[in-house]
């Protein structure tokens, strides 16, 4: 037997959770395993009831960001939709109460996800924080915003964004130019983001006025940093050593983020990977926070979840085949 439940939505409502020729509501559909029609000021959902109470609590949570001013995206819809068995999906409309800061654009900026929410409130409440997780998780732009949003609120004097001058699986050869312009390639990213958060112009003046440094992290050595906000990028690509280096640089007033992917290691074959030594020993320590991201806090282009998914499955399935080659060759006694 079918089991129906209402959901009333203002006309002005219907249209962006709806989407574009009922887009949004195609996907709830599929997903949930629904059929949902519309009469008036009233969307009716039926099916199973245990698919139809999720399918309203992800309208109902629809609805609350359209209200917000929020716009339904692919990205938070899909989020929505794979954390509605699992999660209060309220919490996830309160991630959106929270601005970290308003880009060059005028586009507000603000965690898609709970683990990003997670991630910024350790940052706000640690001076050093670990933020673990694959590509396209915010780890980095997130790091970068909160960099900035200190900076212009007077918390920290400067900005230092770094990160080490690892080759990612290929060899560049000899790049021409001076120190500056053959380190520049590998922070690219950082620049990215600035840019977009803060504008080049914005940018260019605080770095001329040395306010905002991006440097490798070898420029690192020997220094105390007092009052700035250091973001090291790629920390998955230091070694033991140079990790230590660089936690013992912060000074009186600072906060650091060091952000990685361990699945993405560049170091060469027999070196350990400063970030995944320097999680273990620091782990439990008061004022250093933890945190890893996982392929449901990506927030690029749907399919990237599925791709770090698929890796990892088939890393785990190739580590399983190692491990029973192993058992194998243990003789029994």
Request: charged share 30%; aromatic share 6%.
């Amino acid at each position: 037997m079918s089991f129906e439940r209402t959901i009333q939505m203002e006309n002005h409502i219907i249209l962006p959770v709806f989407g574009q020729f009922d887009a949004n509501i195609k996907k709830i559909e599929k997903a949930c395993g629904v059929s949902i029609v519309n009469r008036g000021d009233d969307v009716k959902i039926s099916g199973e009831e245990k698919d139809v109470h999720k399918a309203w609590n992800i309208l109902h949570s629809l609805v609350a960001l359209v209200k917000k001013g929020e716009e339904i995206t692919e990205q938070n819809l899909e989020y929505f939709i794979s954390s509605a068995e699992e999660t209060d999906l309220r919490e996830l409309e309160k991630m959106y109460d929270d601005l970290i800061c308003i880009t060059v654009n005028g586009r507000p900026l603000k965690p898609k996800t709970l683990g990003q929410k997670k991630y910024v409130d350790l940052i706000k409440n640690n001076t050093i924080v670990f933020g673990i997780g694959p590509a396209g998780t915010g780890k980095t732009y997130l790091a970068m915003a909160m960099a900035i949003t200190a900076f212009k609120n007077n918390e920290v004097n400067r900005i230092i964004l770094t990160r080490p001058a690892i080759e990612a699986g290929e060899k560049l050869g000899f790049l021409p130019g001076d120190l500056q312009q053959k380190v520049d390639p590998y922070l690219r990213p950082l620049y990215d983001a600035l840019y977009e958060i803060m504008g080049a112009e914005n940018f260019m003046k605080n770095m001329e006025k040395g306010l905002i440094e991006v440097a490798p992290l070898a420029y690192m050595r020997g220094r105390t940093l007092d009052n700035a906000f250091i973001v090291l990028d790629e920390a998955q690509n230091t070694t033991p050593e140079q990790m230590k280096m660089f936690l013992t640089r912060i000074g009186y007033g600072s906060k650091a983020v060091i952000t990685g992917d361990v699945t993405q290691i560049d170091l060469t074959e027999g070196k350990r990977s400063g970030l995944m030594e320097a999680t273990r020993i620091l782990s439990g320590i008061e004022g250093i926070g933890q945190i890893t991201l996982t392929n449901k806090d990506v927030v690029r282009h749907p399919l990237v979840q599925k791709i770090i998914l698929a890796y990892e499955k088939f890393e785990n399935r190739k580590r399983g085949e190692q491990d029973g080659k192993k058992e194998r060759r243990i003789p029994h006694k």
